[in-house]
């Protein structure tokens, strides 16, 4: 099976202009809500959720099940009156290293989830204006290999900033994407929450 990078349709502040192995990412956030943004902060109670029966995510209870932020997503939870936003991509580890090297992109130099976490933000940074991005942080979680990075970005005709939290998880034979936004002005309120939510990222 052939996998093909290349751009997808995107609307509203949607930060991933790309298409990459089997995945199309599409998310649409509504600021239609802006208005009912709520004025607490993060936390709370927390829930387990678990997809595919391949991985589990703890987060806070005032996320709730999406369905049309990603068509591809395995698992995709947003409270739209916070704008908090949360959707996972897994990825056939072997499928992708096999694909990259025949493309020419695999570096040899990184390891397999830092070639991840690279690709996925070069492709991603073809689609946003990146205003400001960390180091990534090499990170174990529960066992596995991940790279995390947080940055803040805008997307043409937007004006307001989006704060990320991107994390890139090697599981025994899937690669995760775990990608949480929020706007740019709520980022000191839900990075908490999001650092958790990628902390609590477990294989079944």
Do not use: H
Not at 37 to 50: I, N, P, Q, R, V
Not at 51 to 58: I, N
Request: glycine content about 6%.
């Amino acid at each position: 099976m052939d996998y093909v990078p290349g751009n997808v349709y995107l609307e509203f502040y949607n930060p991933f202009n790309y298409k990459i192995m089997r995945k199309s990412i599409a998310f649409m956030s509504s600021f239609a809500f802006l208005f009912l943004l709520a004025s607490c902060d993060g936390g709370g109670t927390l829930k387990t959720e678990s997809a595919l029966g391949l991985y589990e995510v703890t987060m806070p209870d005032y996320m709730s099940k999406a369905t049309d932020l990603n068509v591809d997503a395995s698992m995709q939870f947003q409270n739209v009156f916070k704008e908090t936003y949360l959707a996972i991509i897994d990825e056939d580890k072997k499928d992708f290293v096999d694909a990259f090297r025949d493309l020419g992109e695999y570096d040899s130099s990184l390891s397999t989830i830092g070639n991840y976490r690279k690709i996925q933000i070069d492709y991603f940074s073809e689609g946003v204006n990146i205003l400001r991005m960390g180091e990534p942080k090499q990170l174990t979680i529960n066992g596995m290999a991940a790279e995390q990075i947080e940055f803040g970005g805008r997307v043409t005709d937007v004006d307001y900033d989006i704060y990320y939290i991107m994390t890139f998880i090697e599981g025994r034979e899937d690669l995760y994407m775990m990608m949480t936004w929020t706007l740019g002005d709520s980022a000191n309120k839900y990075k908490t929450d999001f650092l958790a939510m990628a902390k609590s990222f477990n294989e079944i």
